[in-house]
């Protein structure tokens, strides 16, 4: 296998419908910090076909509400290295924290993780 070149950060979350803009507002501040510390690209994406399950499901795994509706979201790193330097600054920046209050969701029931890219087409 080649060094891997990009590392990605994936987020499930729920928002309540009533938050939408104030997350958006919130997303387009924090991707500019992201970047700023080295992300390449930040994606938000409000779910409008998120099937429930039988078994698990995105709706499951955040414990979605009736009000509320999943964001998918991931930001691209060049590395892994270069995400836990850019992560921490941007979790230390105080506008990031600014930001985050109020926290327009419940950040207990994000589900959240680290990836390496095995393919990209």
């Keep these: 296998m080649s060094e891997q070149t990009n590392y990605v950060d994936g987020y499930v979350i729920a928002v309540p419908n009533a938050n939408r803009e104030r997350y958006r507002e919130i997303a387009t501040a924090g991707a500019a910090i992201f970047k700023e510390f080295g992300a390449l690209s930040?994606?938000?994406?409000?779910?409008?076909?998120?099937?429930?399950?039988?078994?698990?499901?995105f709706t499951m795994a955040v414990q979605r509400k009736p009000d509320e509706s999943i964001v998918f979201s991931w930001i691209v790193w060049p590395s892994r290295q270069v995400r836990d330097e850019g992560m921490k600054k941007s979790m230390e920046d105080p506008r990031f924290e600014a930001l985050m209050k109020p926290m327009p969701f419940d950040g207990q029931r994000m589900i959240f993780g680290g990836f390496q890219v095995l393919v990209e087409a």
Excluded: L, R
């Excluded at 930040?42 to 499901?57: A, I, L, Q, R, Y």
């Design 42 to 57: 930040v994606v938000e994406c409000w779910g409008d076909d998120v099937p429930e399950g039988k078994v698990t499901s």
